[in-house]
Each structure stands twice: as C-alpha cells, then as structure tokens.
C-alpha cells in the first residue's frame, strides 16, 4: 500500500505555503511575523516554563489564523470540502449583520481541526463568510438579482482541485505526488487574482458595503489577512508603531490586567492600498488600487463557559477597575466557578493521608487531588470580528435598517455547508467532562 499523507501534515502543510505566499504578496505581514517571533521568544526568555501554559512554543510559532470570503452556499460548500481534506470542520456561527455601527452583509463560521491531538499538531483555522444577498437591509431585490447571477457564473475553485479533497476526505490522505498538486492548487485558489476588476460593478456594490464588493465585485477569492499568535501582544502593539506601522487604535477583546489571559485579544493594520488593473464602461484597461488585504495579530487566553462568556460580555465594554473587581482573578477561581474550561488531572503521587477525595471540584482541587489545566479558546468573538471588517472599510457603506434582514442560524448554516456546524461551547465542555470523568475514575483506583 502506498502510504498517505495525513490530514495534518497536509493542513501544517498549507498553512506554511499560505504564509510564503501571504508574506511575498502582503510585505508588512512577514514584518509582523518576524516582530511576533521575537517577542515570543522575549517573552519565553523571561517567563520559562509558565510562557508555555497555553501552549507549547512550536504550536504557537506555527499558529496562524487566515480569513476568506464566499458569495454562495455553493462556494462555501466547496471551501467545507477543501478544508475537510485537511481536518478542519466548521465550528460556531457568527453573524456580522447586525452588529450596531460595524454591521456587515455576512454571516460567518470557522473551519478547524476539533480534537484536542489534531489542534497540537496544528492548530491552522480559517474565518470564513458568506455574503448574504437577500439581506433587503443592504441588497434591493433588483441588486440582489445581479449579484447572484454574478456569482453563479464565476468558478472559485476547479474540479482538479475538489476532487483530490473529496479523495483525502474519504481515505484520510493522498499519495505524495498528489498530495503536492492538491497544495499548489489549494493555495492558488486563495491568491489575489491579476484579472480586472469591473470598475462599474465593484463601485455600485461597495456603496453598500466595501466587504459586498470585495466578495461579489471580483471573480475570485483570496485570503484576506493571516494571523500569527503572539504572547505578549502589547508589547508586540509597541514594537510594531516603532516600526512605524500604523495599527487600529486599540487591542480588541479583553483588557490586559494581572488575571487569567481568556478568550482572545487582537489588533491589526489597516489595509494597504494594492495595484490592481480595472475594465472601466468603455472597456479600455486601466490601473488603480484597492485597499482589501492587511495584517492581523493575536494573542490567545482560557476558554470561557456559556456563564463566564455572559460575564465577559457585561463587563468587557465597562471601565478596567469594574473588570478587575469582578473577573476572577485566578485560574482556581475560574475553574471553580465554572467560567472557563479546564482538563482535569488526578494527581498520583499524592501522599496518603488517610483522607477520601471530596466530591466537590473546588474540595479536589484545593486538597491537591486534581491538577488543571486550562483549555485555549480555538474560536473567535464576533465583536472583535465586527471591528476587525470594519478597521478596514474606509466608509460603512449604506444599510436601509426599516428592512428585516434574512433569518440565519447555526442550523440554517449547517444546511449551507452540507455539514454539522459545531457548537464550541460543547466541544470544550465534552473535553473537560472526559478529563474529569477520567480523573474521578483514577481517584476511586487511588482509593482501593
Ligand atoms: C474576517 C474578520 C474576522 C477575526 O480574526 O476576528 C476575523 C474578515 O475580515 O473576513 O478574521
Ligand atoms: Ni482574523
């Protein structure tokens, strides 16, 4: 039998090409990687051991997040298969369209591996869209029309590139030299296209919004930022605007503080102004630019539970001290409260003192019984998500808000895809429930 290259190894695979191929097309990336590699190795000089808690060094160089944009369910069908050949699932929805002042005509999920061995082999996920057409809030049913019949016509990716997904997806590989040809042609399909854009058509859709443009005004995709992880990311803030990269004026997601890192912190550049060549009316070439592709960073904290998402949610808008009067200070105390995620360890060595394991966790941990570990949020946040579209529209665009928009949902989404959209909150809730039921077993041998 000829052996096959894993899903794993093609997903680290692809990540690296994509990061080659971002870093030549996109300059000011690769300064970002380089300025994330030597803050993490800054921060792991100074911090040892407790740098790696979330993480171990090799994962965190390697993590990167990237983020596309399709016009149908057909499209992003076909991006669920693409990424099904190298692990990666959909996970959460996110819905964009209605988020106050950034609102954009997209709903969203993420692909990504979702055991916790495929995620420390590589953790590569990518933030994907779907353009949302019918939303009356942005689209007339006469655009609507359009732009559908735009999309329909276009191909985003070929069949020599589908087929060898459906292949790997089925036997969990390819042989190596097809293998190579599925890369090259996945990581084509994610480059920005030298072809015209229609000049008339990409204006008429960016007055309704730059990211209905950037999806429906062109006839390809392409991946419009890539994220390294960083450790210490207002440090990395401070080492960039030295470097005179101009950054949105803040970190997003939760403030820094002496707690528990949670759930994930990001900022970016803005876009950067690109060559491209238009068609105009008269059909006549010309050359112009469009700002669409920029540079984001990332630093990831704990996963939080339903409760502890619901508490981050009321205070994350709130002044610092209200925060850090009511945000559990300490990884014991989150796990206690059941606001984040943790795996549960028993601890063997325990010296016998004649005592019995308590049943409560806080008892278990407190006597030593247990070890914790916290588990990394692997999603992202939807308003952070909103801010990150929005830093890089020059103009928001025209939404018509006496309309209703088209009903979306985890379900509806799972539907478009042809596969079951995760819920996140379950995925870490199954991880901690296995750990600790393993761990109580392990208490009860200890005990005999
Ligand atoms: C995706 C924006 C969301 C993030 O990190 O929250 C995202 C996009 O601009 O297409 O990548
Ligand atoms: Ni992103």
Known sequence: MVPLVPPWVLRAAFARRLSVMYGTEVPAYTTLVEVAGQVNDDVL?????????????????????????????????????????????????????????????VVSTAFRPVLPEELDRNPFRVFTSMLTPADRRFFDADLEKRLTAFLERRELFPPELLEPAVRAEREAGLPQGQAERFLTLAVAAFELSPEPVERAWYAELEKVSAVAADIGGVTSTHINHLTPR???????????????????????????WDGPDVLLRQTSFRALAEPR?????????????????????????IALSRAGRALYDRLVDGPVEEWTARFPGTERQLAVDGLGFFTYEAVTGRPRDGRRPPDDLAGLLAGGWLTARPIVYEDFLPRSAAGIFQSNLTDPGARDSAQTGTHYDQHGMSEAIGRTVHDPFELYAAQQNDSLARARRALGDIEE
Do not use: K, N
Request: charged content about 30%; glycine content about 12%.
């Open 230 to 256: 960083v450790l210490d990311i207002d440090e990395l803030y401070r080492r960039m605007e030295d470097r005179g990269i101009t950054m949105i004026d803040r970190i997003q997601g939760p403030p820094r």
């Open 277 to 301: 060549t238009f068609r105009e009316t008269d059909g006549g070439v010309t050359t112009g630019a469009l700002r669409v592709r920029f540079g984001e960073v990332e630093a990831r904290g």
């Open 45 to 105: 000089r100074d911090a040892g051991e407790s740098a790696e808690r979330l993480g171990s060094i090799e994962r965190v160089t390697a993590e990167r997040h990237g983020a596309i944009r399709v016009g149908t369910p057909g499209e992003l069908w076909q991006a669920a298969q693409i990424f099904a050949a190298l692990g990666m699932e959909p996970v959460g929805f996110y819905d964009l369209r209605d988020a106050a002042a950034s609102a954009v005509p």
